[in-house]
């Protein structure tokens, strides 16, 4: 069976979302409507994996397959070149739709050339890990990192459509399901409170080790709800303008982690942190009660999610880190914060200053003494 979620914005297009659908009529039915020729991009990992099954599947159209070497480091601009010149060798023009198998890196980079290439092109979205199922599929966010900054060069370009099959996820490993779980969890703290308990009471029932994977009608409602808060927000503020801040929730301080770690640590492993410190932030505030704080960090436990860091240990570096931020001004830090769990303060940034910060970092080291 495939669900559709359909998102409107002014350029509107579904997101089908089931297990074992590529192999249904309506994949092949959606490529040729866009497609003459047709590019499939993925890195070294997915490709190893799924390109010769994608081949298969779209063998009609004798497609191209390309792919870069794997990890955050490689979505760049010159691998954007790269790529750009193989699809000219190859003689891609204006009837070429690219196909994004892959993780957020793939589809971030993908969307990026779709938007450039003979002043845009169009492109379907295959997303290979629950991260990018739940987030980078969503609101049409395209980039390049470069060495000073991530996703700092790019721009807002919708896909034609999103595939998500969840067969995909069997080859993931755990740490990287886990990321796309914190992505979830944000998005039921900020919107969704039934989304929150609903996680909280199926992780309750299922103690095992594979527990994300082990029910595929639970997994594909969880999704979808998650899917459903994101679009939701998109619809409402497609360009970051106001309401859609409020998705960077737990994201100023994973920013951080990530910056100090060099990207060593992966986003949904920061973000993770950023949850729980965030949330401690949202207390100290007056905002979010300290029951529903107590709540909150024991679903990251029982969710399996590591919130300790070395990284936060100092405050210099923190502060440093954070003062690179876009949003900074003043040494006064822009944070989302918490009202309750399913719902974010009023204003959808609040400034933070020094002493604040200082007292809950240290609070925060102090758990871990
Ligand atoms: P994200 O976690 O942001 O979606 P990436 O694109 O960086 O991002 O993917 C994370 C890692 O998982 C990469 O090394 C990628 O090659 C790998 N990967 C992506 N999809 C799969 C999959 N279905 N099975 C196994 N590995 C995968
Ligand atoms: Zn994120």
Redesign the pocket.
Same mark, same amino acid.
């Given at each position: 069976m495939i669900q559709e979620i359909k998102v409107n914005l002014a350029e509107s297009y579904s997101i089908y979302l089931g297990a074992g659908i590529l192999k249904e009529a309506l994949f092949l039915q959606t490529c040729r409507a866009y497609a003459g020729k047709i590019v499939i991009l993925s890195?070294? @990992? +997915?490709s190893t994996?799924?390109e010769t099954l994608l081949e298969t599947l779209l063998a009609e159209f004798k497609p191209l397959c390309l792919s870069f070497p794997?990890?955050?480091a490689f979505k760049t601009r010159e691998t954007k070149a790269m790529l750009e010149d193989k699809m000219q060798a190859a003689g891609c023009n204006r009837d070429t739709c690219l196909i994004a198998l892959?993780?957020? +890196? +793939?589809s971030d980079l993908a969307g990026f050339i779709a938007a450039t290439y003979c002043r845009g092109i169009p492109v379907i979205y295959l997303?290979?890990?629950l991260?990018?199922m739940v987030d980078?599929s969503v609101g049409g966010k395209t980039a390049v990192n470069t060495a000073r900054s991530k996703n700092s060069i790019g721009v807002f370009y919708q896909p034609k459509a999103v595939f998500m099959d969840i067969d995909?996820?069997q080859?993931?490993?755990y740490g990287?399901i886990k @990321?796309?779980l914190s992505e979830i969890l944000k998005h039921a703290l900020i919107q969704d409170k039934v989304q929150f308990q609903r996680l909280i009471e199926f992780r309750k029932k299922h103690p095992e080790k594979n527990w994300l994977l082990s029910d595929s009608t639970w997994l594909l409602e969880t999704i979808a709800a998650s899917v459903q808060i994101k679009k939701n927000i998109v619809e409402q503020d497609e360009k970051e303008l106001g309401l859609r801040k409020i998705l960077n929730f737990g994201h100023t301080i994973a920013h951080v982690i990530e910056l100090l770690s060099d990207y060593q640590i992966?986003?949904?492993q920061a973000v993770a942190v950023g949850l729980y410190l965030e949330s401690e932030l949202s207390q100290h505030y007056g905002h979010l009660s300290e029951i529903e704080f107590k709540t909150i960090e024991a679903s990251l436990q029982l969710l399996d999610l590591n919130i300790q860091t070395a990284y936060l240990s100092d405050l210099e570096p923190v502060t440093r880190a954070l003062s690179v931020d876009k949003k900074t001004r003043d040494r006064q830090w822009r944070f989302v914060l918490l009202d309750r769990i399913g719902a974010t303060c009023k204003e959808y940034v609040r400034v933070i200053d020094l002493p604040q910060l200082k007292e809950s970092l240290q609070a925060y080291q102090e758990k871990f003494e």
């Open positions: 890195d070294s @990992n +997915v994996l799924y794997a990890g955050e892959g993780g957020g +890196v +793939v997303p290979t890990t991260l990018a980078a995909f996820l080859t993931l490993s990287e @990321n796309g992966p986003h949904g």
